[in-house]
């Protein structure tokens, strides 16, 4: 509250200035300038003085259940799934092995969960390796699982921009039987590839990843967290996409706007072994049906509404392009699906000092953006760049105040640099 005071009165060119000296302080310090791959983000989330919008673009697991979410999981049949009692958990299976074209699905607690579950699975002794690309969420974001609780070696392949890597490079790393090695027992894909922007990752590079890695003996699983989010803007069915992957673990808890929940989709034989994993992460649920019912929910009424977070997505990276700012610039093509990562000039501003400007409003600003002003939340991703993520709970209304705000906070960077 009193933060947001502090921040309306603030003298937004003298800001500017004084952000300017300090960025080249940053710069001068050795490894400032090493890529990092996320920063916490200091946002306020309380800002109850503040008459404006506020708009949260920092990522779609923000999304709350809808009211007929919620009714939906007032009324679900539940049962013990521990027991695999619950019918409705069991209802969610069955419609996610068929939409996916495999034998069978397991619905677990996260999307790190599934990961986990499912490498494990495939990895079932201590000094196994998996291949992967070098962005990918299951070797940045989760811990080092594989390691942690398996014994299991992540091999990193280098990820190009387009969330892909060389395929010719499983040949290459896979370890040969000799003493001295780890054993090679997976490959892993991300789809959409998400710290490459929501990249949908190409079809035949996919069926190229699947034809090399079956010609080696190797199972591909595929982090397939936001595959809805492929599917739709794609035009291609899930079973097309995970034709070559044996398994894959799918999340509801992001653009899908469930509170809780992922599933692992894969052979029948490999989910027995899932749910003894599964239990012993802790992750065995009693009546998840609740949970599974926002699953279901979303599979009837938030699958075809995600074609609207990536129009949204267009529309707000269109927007900046417009600008032909030296400062701030995303090009539409580059934007896939709903992520969308915009570029900043590092002689200019940095992504915190980015992210801090468009949490703050001064007078001139709500003159002509109007409406109280506009807050908008956004995610500092590398050091030169900065993640927005459209989703359900962002209208396009919310979508044209973020560009308003957006265009405004751009020039007036321009005006200075
Ligand atoms: C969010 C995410 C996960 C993990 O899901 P949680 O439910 O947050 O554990 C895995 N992979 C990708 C690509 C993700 O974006």
């Avoid at 490894?31 to 949260?56: A, E, N």
């Avoid at 019918?87 to 069978?104: D, I, W, Y």
């Avoid at 035949?204 to 010609?215: C, F, N, R, T, Y």
């Avoid at 940095?350 to 001139?364: A, G, I, K």
Wanted: net charge negative; proline share 5%.
């Amino acid at each position: 509250m009193e933060r947001t005071n502090r921040i309306v009165r603030a003298s937004y060119k003298i800001m500017w200035r004084r952000m300017y000296r300090e960025d080249v302080l940053c710069r001068s310090i050795p490894g400032r300038q090493t890529r990092q791959y996320q920063s916490p983000s200091h946002t306020p989330t309380t800002m109850t003085d503040f008459k404006g919008v506020v708009v949260d673009l920092r990522s779609d697991t923000i999304t709350k259940p809808s009211d007929g979410m919620k009714k939906a999981m007032m009324e679900a049949l539940v049962g013990d799934d521990v027991y695999r009692e619950d019918p409705t958990v069991s209802e969610l299976e069955k419609r996610m092995a068929e939409c996916t074209g495999k034998e069978a699905a397991l619905f677990v607690p996260s999307g790190t969960m599934g990961n986990l579950i499912s490498v494990l699975g495939h990895c079932e002794h201590r000094g196994s390796e998996v291949l992967l690309g070098d962005l990918a969420h299951i070797f940045l974001y989760e811990q080092a699982g594989m390691a942690q609780l398996g014994g299991i070696q992540p091999h990193i392949i280098p990820t190009n921009p387009d969330g892909t890597f060389d395929v010719d490079e499983i040949p290459v790393r896979l370890r040969y039987e000799d003493v001295h090695y780890p054993r090679t027992c997976l490959v892993c894909l991300e789809n959409t590839q998400n710290v490459c922007g929501g990249k949908v990752v190409p079809l035949h590079w996919i069926d190229k990843v699947g034809e090399v890695a079956e010609s080696v003996g190797l199972p591909v699983h595929m982090d397939g967290a936001r595959v809805m989010n492929a599917s739709v803007a794609s035009g291609v069915s899930l079973e097309r996409i995970l034709r070559v992957c044996q398994t894959a673990s799918i999340c509801f808890s992001k653009g899908l706007g469930t509170p809780v929940g992922s599933v692992i989709v894969g052979p029948e034989k490999f989910m027995y072994k899932a749910i003894r994993l599964r239990k012993v992460l802790g992750g065995g649920m009693r009546q998840a049906g609740m949970l599974a019912a926002a699953a279901i929910y979303s599979l009837d009424h938030m699958v075809h509404r995600l074609a609207q977070d990536h129009h949204h997505a267009q529309l707000i990276a269109k927007a900046i392009s417009e600008e032909k700012s030296r400062n701030v610039t995303c090009h539409p093509d580059d934007v896939d699906t709903n992520i969308i990562i915009v570029n900043l000039n590092p002689e200019a501003v940095t992504p915190d000092q980015f992210c801090e400007r468009l949490l703050m409003v001064s007078e001139d600003e709500i003159h002509e953006t109007g409406d109280g002003g506009v807050l908008v939340k956004v995610m500092p991703w590398t050091t030169t760049t900065v993640r927005f993520v459209t989703h359900l709970d962002a209208s396009l209304d919310n979508i044209q105040a973020v560009i308003t705000k957006l265009k405004y906070v751009i020039r007036e960077l321009d005006s200075i640099h």
